[in-house]
């Protein structure tokens, strides 16, 4: 079984602060890892993902993400914070399986950016 | 590339009437196609997986009477809310896969059932 953890519900940063999300996962194969964006009344954007190969992944919109085996993490960063970083972000493990693997999410952070 | 769209983007329907969803791939072949159901302000939960040409296969809890799921090509997939109640009302999401690990989302639809 596959799990994802995200804590806190919700993010405040100034603009041009470093965000930083938090994904935790649990998974008896080694993983793929996604973080998503979702902004109001739309469906996922695929932010970046982790398939194994470089353990530091760069997506778009400047964030990047760091894959730890040793802590099971999956954190989300962006050094500097703009105002249309404002969304729903979540983090999802895949269970690999082939044809019809699964995703699994975690809750998912709102990240605000004040001013 | 691997644009998935879905229509209609919103839609009102009303006690025990059934509406129907689409879901294309509009430039890939997606063998499997998944569709979600996401309450306001919390995570998406897979209501089932279908591949072309075969039954869908549910999660547990969800009603195969209820949601009826058609894929019928490689760029299609239905979703059906049979007999709609309030309860029914959310935001649904489909996502498509043609190389395994990833999927690829759609805008969603939001469901309002009066």
């Known amino acids: 079984a596959q799990s994802v953890t995200q804590l806190g519900s919700h993010v405040s940063v100034s603009e041009g602060a470093l965000v930083l999300l938090r994904c935790n996962y649990s998974s008896s194969v080694p993983p793929y890892l996604f973080w998503y964006v979702q902004y109001p009344n739309q469906g996922l954007q695929l932010l970046l993902k982790y398939t194994s190969a470089a353990t530091l992944v760069k997506g778009i919109n400047g964030f990047e993400a760091e894959f730890k085996k040793s802590e099971t993490s999956f954190h989300l960063t962006k050094p500097s914070a703009h105002m249309s970083d404002a969304a729903e972000y979540f983090c999802?493990?895949?269970?690999?399986?082939?044809?019809?693997?699964?995703?699994?999410f975690g809750k998912g952070i709102t990240l605000s950016v004040r001013p | 590339g691997a644009v998935v769209s879905q229509h209609p983007s919103w839609v009102i329907c009303k006690s025990g009437t059934s509406v129907k969803i689409e879901c294309r791939s509009l430039?890939?072949?997606?063998?499997?196609m998944f569709w979600y159901r996401q309450f306001p302000k919390q995570s998406l939960m897979l209501m089932a997986t279908?591949?072309?040409?075969?039954?869908?296969?549910?999660e547990q809890g969800v009603e195969k009477d209820k949601f009826l799921i058609n894929h019928a090509s490689l760029t299609l997939s239905t979703l059906t809310v049979t007999s709609a109640h309030p309860e029914d009302s959310s935001f649904y999401i489909c996502?498509?896969?043609?190389?395994?690990?990833?999927?690829?989302f759609g805008p969603g639809t939001r469901l309002t059932v009066t």
């Open positions: 999802a493990v895949s269970d690999r399986t082939g044809a019809n693997s699964k995703l699994t």
């Open positions: 279908s591949n072309e040409g075969s039954k869908a296969t549910y």
């Open positions: 996502s498509a896969s043609s190389r395994g690990y990833e999927q690829y």
């Open positions: 430039d890939f072949q997606a063998t499997t």
